[in-house]
């Protein structure tokens, strides 16, 4: 095929594709323009019906609740999936903590960059929990929040080095913690279930809008997403860190 | 007419996206897509969805450039 015929070709393709294109855009609602009317529905029966403020929350936990334990357990075969193509293979074996990259000198530990970092980390991991705990009220959640907290630790290794974080993150306690927090949200589902109830329906007290009680089983699970979130990306970037920092090839002089 | 905001905005998205494709060495682009994924993160308030918004801080412009920067390292590693 000549680059002439190949350019028809792609002229004739790219052709149809802005004509559908056109169509399908001269289509769409004008602006800014709701019309939808699950939208409608649902923005105003959350407070009605589950005393929580926040509607994504209502829609993504309790409404579409179900969709949520889907998108959960794609993180969590993700995260399985890096942890097993992480593993420590036959040929490589456990070696020293070394901070640095071959043939390049780290610079050593610094008193203020600990300090400021472990300040920083602190305060990331206190905004991460509000986040998580106040999804029923305010913008945020478990999703959100975990991603924070997750951040959180990544600075505990910015500033102190891994040595510090396989101290205070190892890998078997961010493992359980992920484990737990997808089972605990399956957990929280099957408990309806045995109560009787549909999967996921609401059976705590719904507390009063506006306080952190609100939305009954909200709030616990949240609780789990972020820490199932919280604790699976930790878990990959420890992991990169460590095969970064210990793992060599064992056939190296 | 959408808000101005919103259409300063979009323009920088697609600006920052432009730069991520123009980005040839794996670790500028690694920086430049955390500008890319801050941005996306500042869109998403301007159209007022702030939960959406705190997803995107925390995965466009951290976990994503992080593990991406660490997958760089580590075959870097190999490649000696």
């Known amino acids: 095929m000549t ?14 594709l802005a004509a559908l294109l056109a169509w399908g855009v001269a289509g769409l609602p004008g602006f800014g323009d709701h019309r939808s009317a699950y939208g409608q529905l649902v923005t105003r029966s959350s407070v009605p019906l589950r005393n929580a403020t926040d509607v994504v929350t209502v829609v993504n936990l309790d409404v579409r609740g179900l969709d949520t334990i889907g998108e959960e357990f794609i993180l969590f075969c993700s995260v399985t999936a890096a942890a097993v193509l992480l593993r420590r293979q036959a040929r490589e074996r ?28 602190a305060l990331v991991v206190c905004f991460g929990l509000y986040v998580v705990g106040h999804g029923q009220l305010t913008p945020g959640g478990g999703f959100q929040g975990g991603g924070i907290l997750a951040a959180g630790v990544a600075l505990l290794y910015l500033a102190s080095g891994v040595r510090t974080l396989e101290r205070m993150a190892p890998e078997w306690l961010l493992e359980v913690g992920e484990a737990v927090g997808a ?18 329906q609401d059976l705590l007290p719904l507390g009063s809008s506006g306080t952190i009680t609100a939305g009954g089983t909200l709030g616990l699970i949240n609780a789990a997403i972020g820490l199932e979130v919280a604790a699976g990306i930790s878990l990959v970037v420890s992991l990169f860190l460590v095969q970064l920092a210990r793992i060599e090839e064992a056939d190296r002089p | 007419m959408p ?11 697609a600006l920052a996206g432009l730069a991520v494709v123009l980005t ?6 690694t920086l430049v897509v955390g500008f890319f994924g801050l941005q996306l993160a ?24 992080l593990m991406l920067l660490l997958a760089l390292a580590r075959m870097r ?3 000696r």
Do not use: H, Y
Request: net charge positive; charged share 15%.
């Open chain 1, 3 to 16: 680059p002439r015929q190949r350019l028809l070709v792609f002229l004739a393709g790219a052709a149809g």
């Open chain 1, 94 to 121: 456990v070696g020293a903590a070394r901070d640095e990259f071959p043939g390049r000198r780290a610079p050593g530990r610094d008193d203020a960059v600990l300090v400021l970092g472990t300040a920083m980390g």
């Open chain 1, 183 to 200: 089972g605990a949200f399956v957990l929280i589902g099957l408990a309806s279930l045995a109560a009787g109830a549909a999967f996921l």
């Open chain 2, 3 to 13: 808000p101005a905001i919103q259409v300063a905005e979009l323009l920088v998205v």
């Open chain 2, 24 to 29: 040839r060495d794996p670790v500028r682009q």
């Open chain 2, 42 to 65: 500042v869109l998403f308030l301007t159209f007022q969805a702030p939960d959406v918004a705190l997803s995107a801080l925390a995965v466009g412009s951290v976990a994503l450039p």
């Open chain 2, 77 to 79: 590693r190999q490649g």
